[in-house]
Every structure is written in C-alpha cells, then in structure tokens.
C-alpha cells in the first residue's frame, strides 16, 4: 500500500494569519472543493470549519505569523490540512461536552472551533516541534449503500487463486461483504463505492482471493495510526476446509505489507482459529451490543525486529503495563512520572471518534489538564445520553499528555485491557469502560 | 523550510532500515546475561589466519594515509585468482556498495529491475529509492524461477538479478539452469548473480560465472569477503564483469570507499583460505545437522540448503519467537521481512552453540505448546 500525494489533486497556499485574508482563505477551499469536484454539501462543512478555525486562531496568532492551508482531493474525501505556530492555542472546543453559554463571552468565542469540529467528517490535531500545531479535517464524499449482489454457490472446486484486486473487483467485493452479513465490517466496507476510491487513493491494501470466477474471499488493511496498520478480515464466503482461504489471504498479506514503513499490524475483530502463527494474542475488550456482552478480541504482530523503549508513568498504569510487556517478552523500560498535577493547565481536551453502529466512542487525550477526571465523567454523561454504551479510551504511553490521564481514568471506571505496540507515540493503551447492566 | 517538498516522491514513502542495536543495549533490554548472534550469518571461526595477523598488525600511522583509491593490490590479486584481467574488477564497501553503482549505473527513472520477491532485499530497495520499479517474481520450490522472471521483462528492464545460493532459502540454479536463463533473458539487459555464500557449495555443476562472461558480456558476478572470509566488519565486496560493463558502472561508484585495512585483510585472506574455507564448511555442516535433527524432533519444518543458515517454521508468529529466543540470549533473524511470515533463519555456528540454541529452542517449543492460549 502506498499513499501518493498528487500534485494534480491538490493545492497548497501560505497566507498571513490575519482575519483580513480569511475570506481568501475560504474562497481557496470552495473554489478548491469546487474543482475537485465536490458538492456544495460535501464542500460547505469544510468551508464552514476553515472559517471558523481561521479566524478564531488568527485572534490569538502574533502579528507576523503565517498559515499553511493544504486543500487534497483524496477520492473518496477532502483533506484540508491547516499548519500553524502557536504557543499554548486554546483548544478546549475540541471536547464534545463544550456547551455554549450565551452569557459568556469566552464561550461564545469557542463555538467557532466547536462548530468547525462538528461539521466535518473527521477532525486530528497534532503539535510538532517549535510549537507547531496541524489541524487535519477531511470531509467523506457521499456513497450509497451497497446493493444486493449474489454469494458464491457451494461446490467450487477449482484451487483458490490470489487476486490483487482492482478497485472494480473490491466494490464487488464489499458488498458481498455486506450480503453475507459479515461481522465487524468497517464503515469504508458498508459503503462498496468508498471502499473503491479508498483503494484507487491508496488509502487501504486489499488482497482477495477467487475460485471457479467468483470472490470467495478477501482480507484488508488500512492505518490506525502513523505506525500500525490495522487488518480487516479475512471474509470467506462459504466453507473454507482446513481454512486455506485464511492462510493464504494471511499469509500473502503479511507478506505484502512486511516492507512498509509500518510497524505493527493490529486486528480487532474477535476470535481467529490458529490465531498463533500469524499473530500475539493482545486481549479482550469488554463492550455490549443491545442486551448481550460481547468480547472483541485484539490480535497483533510486530512488523520489525526492533522495538524498545521508556515509558513514563505512575500507578496503577505501570503495573499493568509491566504485566503485559512481561507476557508479550517486549523490552521496555517503565519509570515513574514525576509530573507535579499543579502544573497542569486548567482545561484537559478529548478527542472523540464515534462509531454509531457498534454504539461506542473513543476517547484520545489531547491535553491533560487539572479537570481530568471531571472532563471524563462529563463525556461520558453526555455520549450516555446520546445512546452511546461503549467506550474505549486509546492513551500513548510516549505521550506525557497522554499517560497523566492514568489516574483520572482510573478514577472514572476505565480499566486498561491491553496494549498495542509501537501503534502511537510508543504503544497504545486501550482502556474500556465496563457497562453498567442493561441494554445499550 | 518545506522539508517535504524537497523530497521526491519515491524517497518520502521509503522506510530507512533500522539495523539492530549493539549487544550490550540488546542484553539489557531483553533482560539476557548472554547474547549469540544467529541473525547475520557471520562466520564464528574469523577471519582466515594470515588476515587475523594483518589485521592485529595494522600500524596505527597507517590510518593517516587515504587507502589505495580502486584496491589496487586487492584487484591485481583478485585477478589474478579469477583468471581474469584486473580491470575487469570492482571493489566496493561491502557487495550492497556494489548494488548501488550497478543501478545507478543503468536505470534512470521509468526503468526497472527484476527479482524474486523472497530473496535478499537490497536489490529492491536500492531500486525503490532511486525511483526505479522493482518488478518481484514469487518463488517456486524456494527456488528463484527462471521463467517468472523472463515473464516479467520488458523494453525497461535494465538489470536481473539473481541471489545464488538464495538468501534465505537456500536454493541455487545449476550452471545449465543459468545458461538457459542468460539465452532467453537476450543481451539487452544486465544479468547480475549474487554469489555471496558461493564459498560454501561444493558442487561440480554450481556455475563458473567468470567462465560464462565470454560468452555472454552482460553477466555480472558480485562477491563478498564478509560471508565465508570473515570479514564482515571491514565491509569489502567487489563484482566482476566484462571491462565494457565495469568501465560503466565504476563511473558511478565512489573511490577510496574501501579503507586501507580492509584491503589489507581481504588481500591476506584470499592467499590463506583454503583451510580457512574446508573448516568452514565442516562447522556448518556439522551445525546443519544438528538443528535439522532439533527440528525433526520437534516436528519444526525446515528450509535450508547453501550457505551457513537454515530457516525454521515457527509454531507462533516469528517476532513473537524472535523476542522469546532473545531473552534467552539466541539472536535470530525473523523472515517477516523477507515475506516469509513465521519462519526464522538460523545462521549456522559451532556444535556448542548450535546445541545450546538447539536446546533453548525445543524448552521454548514445548513451553508454547503446553500453554493454554487463550481464543
């Protein structure tokens, strides 16, 4: 899999962080989307949070400063990347518990940013060196839903054959997917036409597998984050004896993807057979569907040889990350944090991913700040309301930011399952929230 | 500064190789109060004895003067041996040097290379980030595949190359295998053979390569003084090819990149090898035999012919054996990279250490397989 930035697909421009070039600054990204061929739709939510992400960081930016606006036809979505510096920017509208007061000034102002993060599909902040800040937005393109398409018959019997697919043959493929009611289908798989453009963009790896002219099978991949990738499937549609469709979709996709520049290879979708030879049992998160408590089970492998490092923290965080580098024979070392909780900012800031089908949210930090715990409980009260029963909090262990959230989520109820290696700014926590009784 | 616009495209997707750190790091991460090193497929016994001796009397004053530019000496000797004109040699900082002259001598962007997709990976990558497209051909019997390989040329492939003996499987083509392959991949394009582990076969019908470049001037041969010779640390390989072919690619190779030292040793090393290289052979094949044996009577299937090493089918997933092994203090090579998931590569050592790695490996097999593994 590789991702290509076309120059024929995107545009870039620096401007003077002004209020005064905001309506340039907008202009870029509708005239942008215009061309790409985006709808109003699809454009206007970008635009809507270039305007209000503009002008609410340009009142806080020094006088000489400048933007980066990165406007990108990915194909399936527009990416609008915005590069700034600033020291300490106010991010608190970020949470998804930020509720307007129209008594306050200081609220007031915070609903651009909270209006901006709302109105597009997805929304990640990241702070480089020299206190750069990147506030990455894209905007999905609309897709129908898949449409009905016929399943294999029984009684092929030619050998299974690998096939790397076309983006035609992978909008065939996921929505056989969705025919056969596969479970832990990825949103990008419910909707074949996405899943299509994603591939064309080089955006997922998908390999399929045929028999007798028909899809019999396919297994994908797409990033979790910069350094892990995390594995779809594989799907079998019928009987697989001695599961060769497994091995070899595994096998071959393993094998494709051990030279990237990745790390590690996740999957989250529950049981595999014969999980051993391909990959490291992780653990087990707790959610519920409805009425029934079911188990999500985590699977990894390491990609390279070479995985160390020091991790940052305080209790009950470091015992239970000693437990599973332990279990999982990966060098690292633990030492205590020695963060002084009086230092820390006021507000901390949540980054919310929702996932409305399987009812759960996750949770990143993105600043710690004194009012964790009650920054917690508040989305949580408030995700409860909207009907969200599961929730997962992701937490980097190479992040101070990240770990002072340790005590806070423990605090809350979060309880640590299991860590996914070198998939963050060093491993990944996942922490689930077990739900009180009754349906979700 | 716009650091990424300043890069090209096919070096921004491009992952830097992060070797493995020094053993004492190793050690203290993994906990291990020792560490054999099974994962380089170095020679145990050094250098042969008269290298040994120019390398422990290397005068320091020495070190101030720039080596010889082209390893005068080191060519004329080569030559020599060969039975070839010196010229028709060059030495580089180790055979991966050599890879990287032979590509940017012949491909410009749009051109591309052919190998297998199981094999030593530099070709490829050195390819890659010189914006040239490496065609890869799978395997068959975890044999190079002549045939897959002719398939997939076309107007743009400049160069062919070709692993023989196989890292890491083992595998080589005969010297008839090879004719027939240099007949029909025409003279239009660059056959390269790595014969880096070509010291260790013993056999009548393995290809006399410097032979076939009469008869066909697009061969080209490379060679290594860090397998067999021992010489791994002081980085020294050279490839041999037609004086036409070694003209081209010397214009995009480096002078003075092989150190004065290393010419010395590998200069000493060829004139006092043959007990060198017949004890040699007798440690890997003893090694071989043993954790053969090992893995049968742990129903572990193996993969090994050629060379100093042998690779293991794991019964878990190789990192996870890689990391089991290290803190017992046997480091191996895992073949994930090499797209052979769950399998390890063994480099064949002495009898003590092949025991003790032997034995570490059945106590963590038989651990593995009595462990209730949750599911």
């Known amino acids: 899999m590789k991702q290509a930035k076309s120059r024929s697909h995107s545009l870039s421009s620096r401007l003077p962080f002004k209020g005064a070039f905001l309506p340039l600054a907008m202009s870029l990204v509708e005239k942008g989307a215009e061309g790409f061929g985006y709808g109003r739709r699809e454009a206007g939510g970008l635009v809507l949070a270039m305007e209000e992400l503009f002008s609410f960081y340009a009142r806080q930016a020094t006088a000489d400063s400048a933007i980066d606006v990165d406007l990108e036809d990915q194909g399936y979505r527009l990416a609008l990347t915005l590069t700034f510096r600033m020291a300490n ?14 008594d306050s000034e200081e609220s007031l102002e915070l609903l651009g940013p909270m209006l901006a993060a709302r109105s597009v599909s997805s929304l990640r902040l990241d702070f480089g060196t020299d206190d750069q800040v990147v506030l990455r937005l894209a905007r999905n393109r609309a897709y129908p839903p898949a449409a009905d398409v016929p399943l294999p018959p029984g009684g092929l019997k030619s050998p299974l054959r690998l096939l ?26 419910a909707r074949p036409g996405m899943a299509a453009d994603m591939l064309a963009a080089g955006h997922i790896g998908a390999l399929l597998i045929e028999q007798d002219n028909w899809i019999r099978g396919g297994v994908l991949w797409h990033p979790l984050t910069g350094s892990c990738l995390e594995l779809y499937g594989p799907y079998i549609f019928g009987p697989d004896a001695d599961a060769q469709g497994v091995t070899l979709l595994l096998d071959a996709a393993v094998a494709r993807i051990s030279r990237s520049p990745y790390r590690g290879l996740v999957r989250r979708q529950g049981v595999l057979a014969g999980f051993e030879r391909f990959f490291d049992f992780l653990g087990e998160l707790h959610l ?37 580098y332990d279990r999982l024979c990966l060098p690292r070392q633990i030492r205590q944090a020695g963060s002084d909780p009086a230092r820390l900012r006021d507000g901390s800031v949540l980054a919310v991913e929702l996932e409305h089908e399987r009812s759960l949210a996750i949770l990143r930090p993105l600043c710690a700040g004194k009012d964790m715990a009650a920054n917690l409980t508040a989305h949580l009260d408030m995700l409860r309301g909207e009907g969200i029963g599961n929730f997962l909090v992701e937490l980097n262990t190479g992040r101070s930011e990240d770990t002072a959230f ?6 809350t109820g979060f309880v640590p399952r299991l860590v996914i290696p070198d998939a963050g700014q060093g491993d990944l926590v996942v922490y689930d929230h077990p739900a009180p009784e009754g349906r979700v | 500064m716009n650091l990424e616009a300043l890069i090209p495209e096919y070096v921004r997707g491009f992952q830097a190789y992060v070797p493995s750190k020094p053993d004492h790091l190793l050690m203290r991460e993994y906990g291990a109060s020792m560490l054999h090193r099974l994962n380089n497929n170095e020679n145990p016994l050094g250098p042969p004895p008269a290298a040994a001796r120019v390398i422990a009397a290397f005068p320091p004053e020495r070190a101030a003067i720039y080596p010889s530019g082209d390893s005068y000496d080191l060519r004329q000797s080569l030559g020599a041996r060969l039975g070839i004109a010196a010229d028709r040699i060059l030495v580089g900082n180790g055979s991966c040097e050599v890879i990287s002259s032979v590509i940017k001598a012949f491909c410009q962007p749009g051109d591309n290379i052919v190998t297998a997709d199981k094999t030593f990976a530099v070709y490829e990558w050195v390819a890659e980030f010189s914006g040239i497209e490496a065609r890869l051909t799978p395997l068959r019997d975890y044999a190079f595949d002549p045939q897959a390989m002719l398939d997939r040329i076309d107007r743009h492939t400049k160069i062919l190359f070709v692993c023989n003996p ?11 295998m090879l004719v027939d392959f240099l007949e029909q991949a025409g003279e239009d394009r660059i ?24 008869r066909f001037p697009n061969l080209v041969v490379f060679r290594t003084f860090s397998k067999m010779y021992a010489l791994a640390g002081l980085r020294v390989g050279y490839l041999a090819g037609t004086e036409a072919v070694v003209e081209v690619v010397r214009r995009t190779s480096v002078a003075y990149s092989v150190n004065v030292q290393a010419q010395q040793a590998a200069l000493a090393a060829l004139e006092d090898d043959r007990e060198h290289i017949a004890a040699t052979r007798t440690l890997v094949r003893e090694g071989m035999r043993l954790v053969v044996g090992a893995c049968r009577d742990l129903e572990l299937e193996t993969v090994g012919g050629a060379g100093n090493y042998l ?41 003590p250490v092949m025991a003790s790695f032997a034995a570490i490996l059945a106590e963590e097999v038989h651990a593995i397989r009595n462990q209730r593994v949750p599911a």
């Not at chain 2, 054996?321 to 480091?331: E, S, T």
């Open chain 1, 89 to 102: 920017p106010d991010l608190r509208a970020f949470n998804l518990t930020w509720n307007c007061s129209l």
């Open chain 1, 164 to 189: 790397e697919p076309s983006a035609d043959d992978l909008r065939h493929f996921a929505a056989m997917a969705v025919a056969a009611g596969s479970p832990f289908l990825p949103g990008f798989l």
């Open chain 1, 288 to 324: 519920r569907r409805g009425d029934a408590a079911i188990r999500s089970t985590c699977y990894y492998r390491q990609l390279k040889e070479e995985s160390s490092g020091t991790v940052y923290c305080a209790e009950p965080l470091a015992s239970f990350l000693d437990k599973q």
């Open chain 1, 406 to 411: 340790a005590a806070p989520l423990a605090e």
């Open chain 2, 166 to 176: 196989n890292n890491p499987t083992g595998t080589y083509w005969t010297q008839q």
């Open chain 2, 191 to 214: 056959v390269v053979v790595d014969e880096a582990y070509r010291e260790y076969i013993d056999d009548p019908e393995y290809p006399d390569t410097i032979g076939l470049m009469e």
């Open chain 2, 311 to 351: 690779m293991i089918r794991t019964p878990i997933n190789d990192m996870l054996m890689y990391r089991r092994l290290m803190k017992r203090g046997m480091m191996v090579r895992t073949m994930t990279g090499f797209r052979f998931p769950g399998w390890i590569r063994v480099t064949l050592r002495e009898i």
